[in-house]
């Protein structure tokens, strides 16, 4: 027998659970049913592809065995079983990549008492048999070894691992009930009733069969099938199916109780919180398939790592083949949670088939699109609900807009924004469209670090001053997607930040067209000059017509980066060249008035180098940036205040 320690961080949520922070014990059954059910998919799923393993290993299903006496609960299966390393790395440690990320909620909640949900995340389910066990024993052969093994733990910080002779492949998972919980007087694990009631309740929809042995007492009947009084009883120990075993997304939805399709979802996606909406569908045709999905409630805490869950299992004609298919829905869907099933494929298809499949590519399809109208379907009809939806997806949904070319428009629909129209709420597009002011053809937009960097900005100044509604991005994949969907209701959309702004009637642009062309014969020298002195930083300096009280504003070309992407690409570790952009001037600003006024006196006076130097600066900080010496911005600055004072 050798002894064995768990992972550190195993160690704290076993002292979580060994002191039992849920009110609900009684799913620590359904977990371990949970379990046997996935080792049983595994096991055939294996069989079909490995021709070598004992083809043989009777029906599957699942036991429960309870003994009042000996105060046990046991849950058995003949599924795939586990090996020496596989009971070290699945059950000695705490879900693979979840580790690092369970040790920082662990710390940063360090204070408050961890909820169900937030460790139903990183699938602790075996642990949670702590919650009414202090000895926990798994006797276990995995298929295809001729050895089995037994695990040992009273869950205080070690546990132990011994050979043994056990003849079926599968597992065995013992539970020594722990004394307090009969104390109650209530019930006890062990009561019939209970295990009935809580199969019932939490795993019913399992596609295997539930069985346990249950005692009855029968009595003597006649022939026609009646007791008599006084007729003699018998105790008789028959085996009973606990659960209707019918895999639930072959069921009508209508027959479907809400709770049994949560609990489904709960065993497929480890999630304890229930879903937020679901999908039942059914495709016709030249290929038959069936689909369940759900939408969750709450982001998955891995949305955005690399290689995040994608969470639809694929099923053939019922059998499971794999889980996380991530060729049956478009990553920017990966949120979504649940199970297809084929009735063409093929079962012994493989991953690398499954990219080049017709059939997949035909499921993929169906799926995006029922989820898409599912969605609009809830924007449509419960708009708080689509809130939250929004704020949880939104982001992810996005990645959308830049990836699925022939969904865009549905997407651009779907899309939620901050707007200058309303600080509270966000708008969709096509509200916006509705609030477009007269002679408005274009929908503009601005990117930014914040609503209030952007909100502050000097770029929307004119835009404020003729009534026109701005949409405030600050996600880092706006910047993306506003490049790649240019049009939305046949309407452009325009960055106001980058290229020239042509706002009002065709008479009003005119006119304004003339006025300005008017003034830069005026100040075309000043332009020069402040040119040539700040080309280190900007390629061009032009008059501007989105300024109409600030001094300056920094603008970029139509194709330009804008500055948070080049900064976003770079903490990618891509090399981005700096762009240079444009400095944009307001003529009406007395300022350049009186700068003209110097420089047509003295060319060479020092001031003016000294104000180009400023001028970059607050342009600079307008938008919420730094100027690119801080330091020496800010001596200027007071320099030129001491000045003023004593001019
Ligand atoms: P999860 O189910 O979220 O992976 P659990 O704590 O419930 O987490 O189980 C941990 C791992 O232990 C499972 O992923 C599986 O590999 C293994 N396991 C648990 N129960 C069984 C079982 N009955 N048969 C085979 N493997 C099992
Ligand atoms: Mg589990």
């Known amino acids: 027998m050798e002894r064995y320690e768990f992972q550190a961080e195993t160690k704290q949520l076993l002292d979580l659970m060994v002191h039992s922070i849920y009110s609900n014990k009684d799913i620590f059954l359904r977990e371990l049913i949970s379990n046997s059910s996935d080792a049983l998919d595994k096991l055939r799923y294996q069989q079909l592809t490995d021709t070598s393993l004992e083809p043989d290993s009777g029906e599957p299903a699942i036991r429960i065995e309870a003994d009042k006496k000996a105060r046990t609960v046991r849950v058995i299966d003949n599924g795939i079983g586990m090996s020496k390393d596989d009971v070290i790395g699945y059950v000695g440690t705490i879900a693979k990549s979840g580790t690092k990320e369970f040790l920082n909620v662990l710390q940063k909640n360090k204070d408050k008492a961890l909820s169900p949900e937030l460790i139903g995340q990183f699938g602790v389910g075996l642990y949670s048999c702590f919650m009414v066990a202090d000895k926990i024993v798994i006797e276990t052969r995995k298929a295809g070894e001729n050895k089995g093994l037994r695990w040992e733990s009273t869950g205080d910080g070690t546990y132990t691992i011994e050979d043994i002779e056990q003849e079926p492949v599968g597992t065995a998972i013992t539970l020594h009930l722990k004394a307090t919980d009969a104390e109650d007087g209530l019930f006890d694990y062990t009561d019939e009733w209970k295990i009935r009631e809580i199969v019932r309740k939490y795993s019913d929809y399992i596609s295997y069969p539930i069985r346990m042995q249950v005692e009855r007492t029968e009595y003597e009947q006649n022939e026609n099938g009646e007791v008599k009084p006084g007729a003699k009883s018998k105790t008789v120990v028959k085996d009973e199916t606990l659960n209707s075993i019918k895999a639930i997304w072959t069921r009508s939805p209508e027959e479907v109780p809400d709770e049994e399709y949560n609990e489904f979802y709960k065993h497929i996606s480890h999630d304890w919180t229930d879903p937020m909406d679901r999908i039942a569908f059914k495709a016709e045709g030249t290929f038959e398939f069936r689909g369940l999905l759900f939408i969750p409630s709450r982001a998955q805490h891995d949305l955005f790592y690399r290689d995040s869950t994608q969470g639809i299992h694929l099923y053939i004609r019922r059998v499971f083949i794999m889980s996380d298919c991530k060729e049956l829905i478009p990553e920017y869907l990966r949120f979504m949670r649940g199970v297809v099933d084929s009735e063409d494929l093929s079962l012994n298809i493989s991953r690398e088939i499954l990219q080049q499949n017709r059939q997949i590519q035909v499921i993929r399809n169906k799926v995006t699109a029922k989820v898409l109208e599912k969605l609009a379907d809830m924007k449509e009809k419960d708009a708080d609900k689509y809130t939250l939806f929004w704020n949880e997806f939104g982001k992810v949904l996005k990645e959308g807009l830049i990836n699925d ?45 914040s609503r209030d960097a952007i909100e502050n900005s000097p770029h929307l100044e004119a835009f404020r001053d003729k009534g026109y509604e701005v949409i405030l991005l600050t996600d880092a994949v706006d910047e993306l997607w506003v490049q790649a969907a240019l049009e939305y209701d046949k309407k452009q959309l325009v960055s106001v930040g980058k290229g020239t702004v042509d706002l009002g009637s065709e008479e009003e642009q005119k006119k304004e067209k003339k006025e300005l062309e008017e003034q830069k014969e005026h100040f075309k020298s000043l332009l020069e000059f402040l040119k040539n002195k700040l080309s280190e930083h900007v390629k061009e300096v032009r008059l501007s017509k989105r300024l109409t009280s600030s001094p300056v504003c920094l603008v970029g070309e139509a194709t330009d980066m804008t500055p948070q992407m080049e900064e976003l690409m770079r903490s990618m570790g891509q090399d981005i060249p700096k762009t240079k952009r444009i400095l944009e001037v307001n003529p009406g600003h007395p300022i350049f008035q009186k700068m003209q006024e110097r420089f047509d006196k003295d060319r060479s006076d020092p001031v003016l180098g000294e104000y180009s130097e400023l001028l970059y600066g607050q342009a600079l900080l307008a938008e919420g940036n730094q100027p690119p010496d801080p330091g020496k911005f800010s001596k200027a600055v007071a320099d030129l205040m001491a000045r003023a004072l004593n001019g």
């Open 405 to 449: 070319i022939k969904n865009r428009d549905k997407l651009l629909d779907l899309l939620m924004v901050e707007s200058t129209a309303d600080a509270e709420k966000r708008t969709t597009l096509a509200e916006y469209v509705s609030r477009m002011k007269q002679g408005q053809d274009k929908i503009y937009y601005m990117n930014g670090r």
